[in-house]
């Protein structure tokens, strides 16, 4: 190939420039012309295409965000959206392109994989929900954010004598919250993948442990559990304990990324390379058994992701 592009897609996560600067040099030291895509498929559809070289995206290493933006697009998910795209590719001699964001996004460069434009997905999202791979960039950025954030709430709860219900993201997924909780030692973790009963597994085991001598609390609360406030106010209402629930939110995107998150998105980024370098589409980056490897992003979309019960088991077991 001669010319490839990369652009990011779906939701920001800290370390995608590193995934951005990592594809744009390994694609010169491999002899290509290199174009960011900027706002994702969007910019795909619209033409908003510019070049770039290994001085464009010096000193983007450590910082959060995106400098290819992104946004959603509905009209990429419509035959006459792809057809768009497709010929925005031909126009600008475009023949692969490094998609880097989540499942979504990967159904986006399945698409353009069949209408003649190899793609490679690259997992960037915080939520770490990508069946295909153990690891998303992003990731342990946001769980140390996330745990930055609980421990100076529980440093107040602590001074009050409170329960403080921290809300987390991940809208589908409940790995965030699960690291997040064992991390900051909280009582209760609550996560879409597990059924829980408010009255026995958090308001019950408050009170028990309340017996033993101890005055504060966190519970921690995944995105798509939700009603915080409802819970916050029923543990209060329950226990006797002042309780205060705090929503943490988009904060937790951002940020400086972390080593591993540098590490690994350089790692991907220069995989995806390799592999357009080929002349290989239609895969998806994958982080397996300590290895960088890839696959097949019809098998990769089709994989369900187990939510690890043994650790969600440990984490409850130790909340004493």
């Known amino acids: 190939m001669k010319t490839i592009a990369v ?17 744009v040099r390994a694609g010169i030291s491999m002899g290509m012309n290199v174009k960011g895509i900027r706002r994702g498929y969007a910019g795909l559809i619209e033409g908003d295409i510019i070049d770039m070289d290994a001085r464009s995206v010096s000193d983007i290493i450590h910082r959060g965000g995106t400098i290819l933006y992104t946004a959603r697009c509905p009209e990429f998910k419509t ?3 792809i057809d768009k795209a497709i010929a925005t590719c031909k126009k600008h001699g475009i023949e ?30 915080i939520d770490n929900d990508i069946s295909s791979t153990e690891y ?15 421990d100076k709430l529980r440093d107040t709860a602590q001074s009050h004598e409170r329960c403080s219900v921290v809300e987390v993201m991940g809208r589908k997924a409940g790995y965030l919250a699960l690291q997040t909780g064992i991390a900051c030692g909280a009582i209760s973790i609550l996560v879409p993948e597990v059924k829980f009963d408010l009255e026995k597994d958090v308001i019950e085991k408050i009170k028990a442990v309340h017996k033993t001598g101890k005055k504060h609390f966190v519970v921690v609360v995944a995105e798509g559990v939700g009603g ?6 029923k543990i209060e209402e329950e ?8 929503i943490l939110g988009h904060v937790q995107r951002g940020g400086i990324p972390t080593v ?4 690994m998105a350089s790692q991907f980024g220069y995989h995806a390379v390799e592999l ?9 980056v994958t982080f397996v058994g300590n290895e960088v490897s890839d696959k097949d992003i019809y098998e990769a979309l089709a994989m369900k992701k187990e939510f690890s019960l043994d650790r969600y088991n440990i984490a409850t077991a130790i909340s004493i």
């Open 7 to 23: 652009l990011t897609s779906g939701g920001d996560a800290p370390g995608m420039n590193a995934a951005i600067r990592a594809v």
């Open 79 to 81: 035959q006459e959206g």
């Open 96 to 125: 692969g392109i490094v998609v880097i964001g989540g499942d979504g996004s990967f159904r986006g460069a399945r698409d353009l994989s069949l209408g003649g434009i190899p793609c490679v997905g690259v997992p960037g999202t």
């Open 136 to 150: 998303t960039i992003g990731y342990d950025t946001a769980m140390n954010t996330a745990m930055e954030l609980a």
């Open 228 to 233: 915080v406030e409802e819970i916050a106010a």
């Open 239 to 246: 226990t006797g304990i002042e309780s205060r629930a705090t």
């Open 260 to 263: 591993r998150d540098r590490v």
């Open 276 to 284: 357009l370098n080929q002349g290989i589409g239609n895969r998806v």
